[in-house]
């Protein structure tokens, strides 16, 4: 007996027809060979974004279809069915009434009566979302590929028990091996003997889940059997349910650094040896040369005392003249490496003013008979980090340089400013005197034994002491100067906390 469907039976099955093509974005279509005729159902119009009413035709259906490719498959694809009874499903490109781009998946059967073909039947579906997402993501995995592939440092993606699965172009040039090579051998294979042990603790936490990733300073062997230092940065990659499925290791190469450090350190280590050697001499220069001195002119007054007549020729008074320049010589020498012993003076806090005063008080009887004019400018609130006695001499040296080294018909004029820059004030101390030409004597202005005017009090060693003890403060000594129109020097001395 056969069964028959109530029409009751018939509305609910339209009914779940209705729902899936609306909710599944799929259209039913049907072309009849017969009379030519081709049906669309809402969906597949509402697909198309054509009107309810639209009368769609075989040639006009194949022109939603995008020039080029799809256009050209389908035409074939529909061809094949009718005359070759061939199935398609082939996701294509469609361009819609509204002339918005949309990926669709195109599926058509023949139906055939006496092995020809009567109708042609298909869905038509909506995959443009899909489809655009898998593309996006293609796109993005294929950046992420050239990524991995071409960045500068070495990368690496290694199954659990430390076999390679992926390695980059840097990693195989760091460790000079080849894909293949590499891939033939164990993250521990290459690992330096020493530091097999590094990070395995780190490597069991990431798979138990207790960290997910670590850093490490561990070395490698190369090819050659070099040793590469290297950064090593490891993470772990998880499944949607939290198994973890492989490590992720970036290798930064270190070597350079490490050999950079290296040079530094032993550069540091030759330097403080030659400092050493320096403050050896320093201290034979202040006491051992300052003996031999002594008793050259304990010898001379000998000389003079037990052979006096010995002493009354043109060649004695030649040799205590050598003998005093000596002494003199042995003095500066004394000063200079002074400062070079006692770097490690502690250094407090001196009110810039206050420091000033008391040295312009020392020479005040000078200012009056030379009729030097001074004009002070120094905040009253500015502290320098220093040594008292060394801030007493340099302020000292350039006042006094100052006073001696004015215009032969005018008074000397000095004044002095102050200004904060940074970490540091800047004490200038400006006067119209001589000036010096820099382009002759700049490079020399602070060498020892230096002088650049015709003055009987020249020693040519003020200048190079003040900068020393400058210098010894952490600070340094700048000049502007010309000839005839005189001299700025820009003293930077540290800033003390209490300003």
Not at 110 to 121: F, G, H, I, M, R
């Amino acid at each position: 007996m056969y069964a028959f469907k109530t029409s009751n039976t018939i509305k609910k099955e339209f009914s779940y027809l209705d729902f899936i093509q609306r909710h599944a974005s799929i259209g039913i279509w049907e072309f009849d060979t017969q009379t030519l005729s081709l049906e669309w159902s809402s969906e597949t119009k509402k697909i198309h974004e054509v009107p309810l009413d639209y009368e769609p035709s075989v040639e006009s259906g194949i022109l939603f279809y995008k020039s080029g490719y799809s256009r050209d498959t389908i035409t074939q694809l529909f061809n094949d069915c009718l005359e070759k009874h061939e199935e398609f499903d082939e996701e294509l490109q469609i361009v819609t009434a509204t002339g918005k781009e949309k990926w669709i998946r195109a599926i058509g059967t023949p139906v055939l009566e006496n092995n020809v073909c009567v109708k042609v039947q298909g869905l038509f579906q909506d995959i443009d979302k899909k489809t655009k997402n898998s593309i996006t993501l293609a796109q993005k995995e294929t950046q992420l590929r050239k990524s991995f592939e071409n960045a500068l440092v070495g990368m690496a993606i290694l199954d659990l028990d430390g076999s390679w699965i992926h390695v980059n172009k840097s990693l195989c040039r760091i460790l000079g091996y080849s894909k293949e090579e590499l891939k033939s051998l164990t993250f521990l294979d290459i690992t330096h003997p020493e530091d097999v042990e590094v990070g395995k603790d780190a490597l069991k936490d990431m798979v138990h889940g207790n960290i997910d990733s670590y850093e490490a300073e561990k070395r490698y062997l190369s090819k050659e059997g070099d040793v590469i230092w290297a950064k090593l940065s490891s993470s772990i990659i998880k499944d949607d349910n939290g198994n973890p499925l492989h490590f992720v290791a970036q290798i930064h190469d270190l070597s350079d650094i490490k050999r950079s450090n290296k040079k530094v350190i032993q550069l540091l280590e030759t330097t403080e040896n030659q400092n050493k050697r320096l403050l050896n001499f320093a201290h034979i220069v202040s006491h051992n040369l300052r003996s031999h001195y002594s008793n050259l002119g304990m010898l001379l007054d000998l000389f003079r005392m037990d052979i006096p007549d010995a002493t009354n020729n043109e060649i004695f008074p030649l040799v205590e003249e050598a003998v005093r320049q000596l002494g003199e010589t042995v003095v500066n020498l004394n000063e200079v490496a002074a400062i070079n012993i006692e770097r490690n003076l502690k250094v407090e806090p001196i009110n810039l003013l206050e420091k000033y005063n008391s040295v312009s008080g020392s020479i005040s009887a000078l200012v009056l008979e030379s009729k030097t004019k001074i004009c002070v400018d120094i905040d009253k609130d500015l502290y320098v980090k220093g040594i008292p006695a060394y801030l007493d001499s340099i302020i000292l040296n350039f006042l006094t340089n100052a006073i001696k080294y004015k215009k032969a018909d005018e008074s000397a004029k000095i004044e002095l400013k102050t200004q904060v820059k940074d970490d540091f004030i800047i004490l200038a101390i400006k006067d119209y005197g001589l000036g010096i030409d820099l382009k002759k004597h700049g490079n020399k202005l602070f060498g020892m034994y230096k002088t650049f005017h015709n003055h009987k009090d020249s020693r040519g060693l003020g200048l190079f002491i003040t900068k020393n003890q400058v210098e010894a403060l952490g600070g340094k000594i700048e000049v502007e100067s010309k000839v005839n129109e005189g001299t700025t020097f820009y003293i930077h001395l540290m800033k003390d906390e209490k300003n």
